[in-house]
């Protein structure tokens, strides 16, 4: 137990506890993005903050004492810093990092080897490719102002000639051609960055094509025949329709034979009471039927 | 008759030579973006402008300096130049805004890195001095040395843009032949 007691001194200077260094600092560049990481200092309970510092290859051969706050980076909580506007030259770049907390700070953790902004790691770039009409129109991300984009197309048929055209717009459909019918056109692309002279990959090829303007024979025909029976047909079934509604609202009706009555209602009336014979007959004769029913 | 065409053939042999040492510094700068570095400039150049104490002195716009440079002499006058800048002018000047340090530092590495690309020129016989270039040259460090080293500095830095725009132009093409 002395022995702990006695170690303590050792891990105060001054007076103020000391913070271990951040540890395996790394950095991760793609397309021109720079990112600084390392271990997290951990203190159970405590926000650690971190402070982050470069030094371009000029401070450090002409003013090796000068290191710059990271535009980011001063201070931070994340165990990583983007160091994308602080690495502004083609040049190798010293960067270190170290911890906070409170009162106490830990010693400085330095990159073990400068990074050079030259070795980023460049990816195909993503390209959409789309007809308007005949036009072959490509739309490429947005890398930053400091990407150009070699676009390569050509028809895609023996002993076609590749045409490159170089597009420094980010995010606007450019027109590539006019397409003829028919025919394929196919489209791949890759970056060039001036600031390092170096091109990315070539992305995938994308291939498009305009259909021909003549309708195939038997598309035609088959419109014409189905615009036959629509000439048909249609006459048809409103002259149905017109027939079914009538008889459904108006129909006409035909009384039996059975139930016809020649004479007039008055004369039947006066029948019954005084001319009961005649009447009788001709009553009967209108009844026979119905009484031979019953 | 034999004569005019010698004296033909020489002229175009010398205009061929002409447009090769103009490309020359193109070729060498090619993966530069000098317009980067005129737009660093540019967020700080009024500040800087503003501590010059001597603003109706200039060291580099004078007829025998750079406006007086040829074609063939601009390679080696860039060289020049920009040693000057990263062995004397950045050094000499004492920035303590961390703003205006960060700019001046990105200016600073990219003048280290056109150094890079001239000196590969150089071995590869592009880039040569003539008299005309090594005299200019020494008119613009005697013309630093008369001032404090200070405001000679501040003065230097503050005509940054005059020295970028000189730089563009030149790289832009066989324009100045």
Redesign the interface.
């Known amino acids: 137990m002395w022995f702990l007691y006695a170690l303590i001194p050792c891990l105060l200077v001054d007076g103020v506890a000391v913070l271990p260094a951040p540890q395996n600092l790394s950095v991760h560049s793609t397309n021109m993005k720079h990112l600084l990481m390392w271990s997290p200092v951990v203190v159970p309970g405590e926000i650690i903050h971190y402070f982050v510092e470069y030094q371009?290859?000029?401070?450090s051969?002409?003013?090796s004492h000068?290191w710059?706050?990271s535009?980011w980076g001063s201070p931070t909580e994340d165990p990583e810093c983007d160091i994308t506007d602080?690495i502004?030259?083609?040049?190798p770049y010293n960067l270190r990092v170290r911890a906070s907390l409170g009162s106490q700070t830990s010693a400085w953790s330095t990159l073990q080897h400068p990074f050079n902004r030259n070795s980023t790691i460049l990816t195909p770039p993503v390209m959409e490719v789309t007809k308007d009409g005949f036009h072959l129109v490509i739309k490429l991300e947005d890398l930053g102002p400091?990407f150009e984009f070699l676009v390569a197309y050509w028809r895609r048929e023996p002993g076609a000639k590749e045409h490159v055209k170089v597009v420094r717009s980010r995010g606007i459909p450019v027109h590539l051609e006019t397409m003829e019918p028919g025919v394929a056109y196919c489209v791949k692309v890759r970056t060039l960055v001036?600031?390092?002279?170096r091109h990315s990959p070539f992305s995938q090829v994308e291939c498009v094509k305009v259909q021909g303007e003549t309708l195939p024979l038997a598309l035609a025909l088959f419109a014409f025949v189905g615009f036959m029976l629509i000439l048909v047909v249609v006459p048809l079934s409103i002259w149905k329709m017109g027939r079914l509604l009538r008889y459904s609202c108006c129909p006409v009706v035909v009384l039996p034979s059975t139930l016809k009555i020649t004479n007039s209602p008055q004369k039947l009336i006066s029948c019954r009471r005084e001319e009961v014979e005649p009447c009788a007959t001709a009553v009967l004769s209108s009844e026979e039927p119905f009484r031979a029913w019953l | 008759m034999k004569a005019q065409r010698v004296s033909l053939w020489l002229v175009a042999a010398m205009f061929f030579l002409c447009s090769v040492h103009t490309r020359g510094l193109r070729r060498c700068l090619i993966s530069m973006d000098i317009h980067h570095i005129e737009e660093t400039f540019q967020e700080i150049k009024k500040t800087i402008q503003a501590k010059d104490t001597f603003q109706n002195v200039t060291i580099l716009s004078t007829p025998e300096t750079l406006h007086s440079i040829k074609p063939l002499d601009v390679c080696c006058m860039t060289k020049n130049l920009l040693a000057f800048y990263v062995d004397k002018v950045f050094k000499d000047h004492q920035e303590l805004n961390p703003q205006i340090l960060r700019k001046i530092s990105s200016i600073a590495n990219s003048f280290l890195y056109m150094q890079k690309a001239l000196q590969r020129c150089q071995e590869q016989r592009q880039c040569h001095c003539r008299d005309e270039a090594t005299n200019a040259t020494r008119i613009i460090h005697d013309n630093y040395d008369q001032l404090e080293v200070r405001s000679a500095a501040i003065k230097l830095l503050g005509e940054l843009d005059v020295f970028l725009a000189w730089i563009d132009k030149n790289h832009q093409g066989p324009s100045a032949a």
């Open positions: 371009g290859e000029y401070e051969l002409y003013m000068i710059i706050p535009s602080d502004t030259a083609t040049v400091q001036k600031a390092i002279g």
